[in-house]
């Protein structure tokens, strides 16, 4: 399995209308990867990738709904510090230069500050340097350090802020390198038995379980050693919100999917078999599936369902249907009231997670490729054919494939989708989603 790098997280925090969502578009670019079919994805973009030079790392916009009264400001400020302290190896606080040093900013950088993760201040609406330079400074009374002058509008100032921001990454990355345990996030809606199945997992091994917090954040780790591997599952459950606001607790959910997903190479998603598979349920599941991980969908509950003979393949066609992106994913029905099918939960993992770190020649999968290219002809336009001349895997972790052909339009979403299936028939990959990159090469004389 070898060394594995987490991608670090960094969350926003800020006022209303202090450019939060301004500095998170030009810094995620339009690179926005969203597979056509993922529903309700990207769409209120609470979380981006972004790469920085040679950096890569997940950014969070902790920010809901906004507030109208100066109270509620703060409070939902708070909130959001919380979950940014919570789930964040690096937090940016933005505050607008304009407006100049509020209460509310005082307060919440107060919390910041005591809570002892490393905060980049940046002030945003600095849209000329020499002319603002004198109120940015102002803002070194809040006590966390340097004031980093930017304008999201325009784009200035984030080489500055950024390297702040990444120099907090190193140390952190390089101490989950040498972990080859698999380590698989419990996601899914509240309530559907995720830390059930947890501790159920835990009982069957009667192993004494030290529940390491994570060093940076509070999921809980927990390790089980099953048939002498150890694994470590990353619980999502961990922290119950009160909030009065759906859109605030959908909000957190995300996030806390969000940054266990990053850190794990497994991600099980629980659907509750009393309730059916639901939009929100895709929603995570697109999560798992936009980070390139593999995926087992266990369905809880399966107990209390009641039984035709028909049930299981009507309730996975259900499946198949509202999660449609992932089809590759394993599916598992399981009880943690009874443990049915719980130890399954583990051949299934490995299998999952072999394959999700497998390599194929190249010579095999150009020879799949000639095949697949025989059976269906390439797509055309305008009297021009699709050519594709050499494949070869670049990665695994998700398993890349990099395709060489004439003219990169030519390569739609359903000959690529074709081409996955091939390989897929010859090789398995169960519960792994593929990544594909389509390069251009002039056409050989």
Same mark, same amino acid.
């Given at each position: 399995m070898g060394k594995k790098k987490t991608k670090p997280v960094v969350a926003v925090v800020g006022r209303p209308n202090v450019g939060k969502s301004t500095l998170f578009n030009a810094l995620a670019g339009e690179k926005i990867s969203i597979v056509k079919d993922t529903p309700g994805i990207t769409r209120d973009r609470i979380y981006a990738d972004v790469?920085?030079?040679?950096?890569?790392?997940?950014?969070?916009?902790? #920010?809901?709904?906004?507030? @109208?009264?100066k109270d509620i400001i703060l409070s939902q400020m708070r909130e959001q510090a919380q979950i940014a302290i919570d789930t964040a190896d690096v937090i940016i606080f933005m505050v607008d230069v304009r407006q100049g040093l509020v209460d509310a900013d005082a307060k919440v950088a107060d919390m910041l500050r005591r809570s002892g993760k490393p905060v980049v201040l940046a002030v945003n609406k600095v849209d000329d340097?020499?002319?603002?330079?004198?109120?940015?400074?102002?803002?070194?009374n809040l006590g966390i350090g340097e004031p980093f002058p930017v304008s999201s509008v325009n784009k200035l100032g984030f080489g500055e802020l950024l390297e702040e921001v990444t120099s907090?990454?190193?140390?952190?990355?390089?101490?989950?390198?040498? @972990?080859?345990?698999?380590?698989?996030?419990?996601? #899914?809606?509240?309530?559907?038995?995720?830390?059930?199945?947890?501790?159920?997992?835990?009982?069957?091994?009667r192993l004494i379980v030290s529940d390491i917090a994570g060093t940076t954040r509070d999921a809980v780790d927990t390790?089980?050693?099953?048939?002498?591997?150890?694994y470590v599952f990353i619980d999502t459950a961990g922290l119950r919100r009160k909030s009065k606001v759906k859109e605030d607790l959908e909000r957190y959910?995300?996030?806390?999917?969000?940054t266990a997903v990053e850190r794990a190479d497994i991600v099980v998603l629980v659907i509750d078999a009393t309730e059916g598979v639901t939009e929100q349920d895709a929603k995570i599941a697109g999560i798992a599936h936009d980070r390139g991980k593999a995926t087992i969908i266990a369905v809880n509950k399966w107990d209390a369902v009641e039984k035709g003979n028909k049930t299981v393949n009507e309730y996975t066609q259900k499946i198949r249907q509202v999660l449609s992106f992932m089809s590759y994913a394993e599916i598992l029905f399981i009880s943690a009231v009874t443990g049915?099918?719980?130890?399954?939960?583990? @051949?299934?993992i490995d299998v999952v997670n072999e394959y999700h770190a497998m390599r194929v020649s190249t010579g095999v999968l150009n020879e799949i490729m000639a095949e697949a290219v025989a059976m269906q002809q390439p797509p055309s336009d305008k009297g021009r054919r699709l050519r594709l001349y050499y494949i070869t895997q670049a990665a695994v972790r998700p398993p890349t494939f990099v395709v060489f052909v004439?003219?990169? @339009?030519?390569?739609?979403?359903?000959?690529?989708?074709?081409?996955?299936?091939?390989?897929?028939?010859?090789?398995?990959?169960? #519960?792994t989603p593929f990544k594909f990159i389509i390069r251009e090469r002039k056409e050989d004389k």
């Open positions: 790469s920085w030079l040679d950096m890569n790392f997940a950014l969070i916009d902790t #920010g809901g709904i906004e507030p @109208d009264s340097f020499k002319k603002y330079m004198a109120d940015v400074y102002e803002f070194y907090h990454f190193n140390q952190e990355t390089a101490e989950e390198e040498e @972990d080859d345990r698999i380590k698989v996030a419990v996601v #899914g809606k509240p309530n559907v038995g995720k830390s059930s199945i947890i501790n159920r997992l835990i009982g069957e091994n390790k089980i050693t099953h048939n002498g591997k150890e959910m995300i996030i806390r999917t969000v049915q099918r719980l130890t399954k939960l583990y @051949d299934m004439n003219d990169k @339009d030519l390569m739609h979403f359903s000959y690529t989708r074709y081409l996955e299936n091939q390989i897929r028939v010859t090789f398995g990959f169960r #519960g």
